[in-house]
């Protein structure tokens, strides 16, 4: 376990090296943001980082095409369904931004976790529709929503029921389309509650009310960004937590 002593080194270590990016010794909301952002999308950006190192060093080009691709997963994970592949082939053309028919560097993460780039969003709502439309008329109904739920208990399937009504028909048309299906899985608003904390780190730890945090009114608010997850995300979160918790 860590001192608090040395707990307190690793947060102002963290921030010194790896948040406050033109070393002036402040910490603005960008920075934060930008440190939150890195940190949730860090082990997609490792997974991609291990796809595109293991196909380009056996093609020694700098790209990557479908073929490459299916090749690694049947070598690294497994042979892809025809059902995967065809999920995957709609995700490749998605991610495909520049429409060359490969993949560059940027593009494989795309393709590979859609929501990491707001462009491909959009073949999650069409993924669940192909699970949940099983008339194929565009339209999800209640009816089929709840098909593939009913080995749960009532009580879970008249949550569910619920949750359809008030939460994922936004248009309250009593269906969901591929609009609000892709809410479903990616909500618009899902990055406003990490903003919000950040918000919320600003204004406890900023003592001269100046709106950016110094590294003094940081390590005077340890505790504070200690027991915030944006802060440290995977990695050092769970360290930094220990004295927390004894």
Known sequence: KLTP??????LMDII????????DAMITFDELEGWMNY??????LEERDVVWGNITAKSAKNEVNFEEFLEHEAKHNHKLSPEEEKRDRRRYRAADKNGDGKMNYNELLCMLYPTECEYTVHVLG?????????NHDGKVTLEEYIVDLQDQNPASIAE??????????????????????????????SHDHLVKEIKHLIEKADTNRDGILSYH????HHDLFAGSQVTFGEEAFDEIRHKHDS
């Not at 619920?162 to 990616?186: C, P, R, S």
């Open 16 to 23: 010194k090296t790896k948040v406050d990016k033109n070393k």
């Open 217 to 220: 009114e940081i390590r005077d």
């Open 5 to 10: 002593e040395e707990s307190m080194n690793k």
């Open 160 to 189: 569910e029921k619920q949750h359809f009504k008030e939460h994922y028909d936004k248009n309250k048309d009593g269906t969901l389309d591929v609009i609000e299906a892709q809410h479903y899985i990616h909500p618009p608003d």
């Open 39 to 44: 940190t949730n999308s860090k082990s997609s």
């Open 126 to 134: 069409e993924e669940m529709m192909d699970s949940w439309d099983k």
